[in-house]
């Protein structure tokens, strides 16, 4: 049963296209608040390729999709809210810092065996208005919390990652309806020439099209906590490399 969950753990962590573009993004220059909507913009259409396919073998848990789903959506909304409200310059070092502890947190869990217990009612909503929050402020993670949250309480592989997938296209359309209605009515001061990303928006949904089946042939060809080791190292190096920036280190 150990290894069954550390599989779909590791199926689930593949779903790290959002914290690992929103990284690539900021360490590029882009704002924080910018980096998101570009990202959650782009996931629009890889989320619901996911989402379909989920639905299509029947990997979904309504029950726990309906419990999920709610807090997940309200998480997020606050999250693109706070984004929009605050400084970019003043809201990157604390989003560099959250994706640099994702990375981290991902290289750890990578040594750790995960239990198999029933899953407590009362972690899911808190989990996933955390997941969402998070998700929106930092330009991705819903995927990897939410997921390996669940997964480590004992919920059943296959249901926790198909209905983790459905969840965050409606996670991924609130965050960007946020921040469209953010723009349209000037909350967001900051957000300067939006349309300056629609090449980074374009050039995510192509690469991310692209690269959904080439990520299930690599994750097939290698070694799951290997996989995770990569991924975690890469997002922390990224994160290490804005960070030297701000501190004109390099």
Known sequence: MEAVLAAGALRGARRLYGVISATTLLAFGVS??????????????????SGTAHLYHRNIDWKLFWRLAPFGVLGGCLGAYVLTAIDAGAMKPFVT?????????????????????????HIVAPLGATGGFLDAAGGGGWGPIVTTGLLGAGAPPRYVIGT????????TLSVSLTFLLALVTGHW??????????????GLICGGLVAAPL??????????????RLVGTLIVLLAGWQTAQAFDWI
């Open 164 to 171: 983790v997938n459905a969840t965050e296209f409606l996670i």
């Open 215 to 228: 990520a299930g042939l690599m994750v097939k060809s290698i070694r799951d906590t290997v996989l995770l």
């Open 97 to 121: 810092a959250y994706l640099a502890l994702v990375g981290g947190w991902l290289i750890l869990r990578s040594f750790r065996k995960l239990p198999s217990n029933p899953v407590p009612a």
């Open 189 to 202: 001061e900051d957000a300067g020439a939006i349309s300056d990303n629609l090449p980074a928006v374009l």
């Open 32 to 49: 924080p608040a910018h980096a998101s909507a570009a990202v959650h913009a782009a996931e629009l259409f890889t989320t619901a390729a």
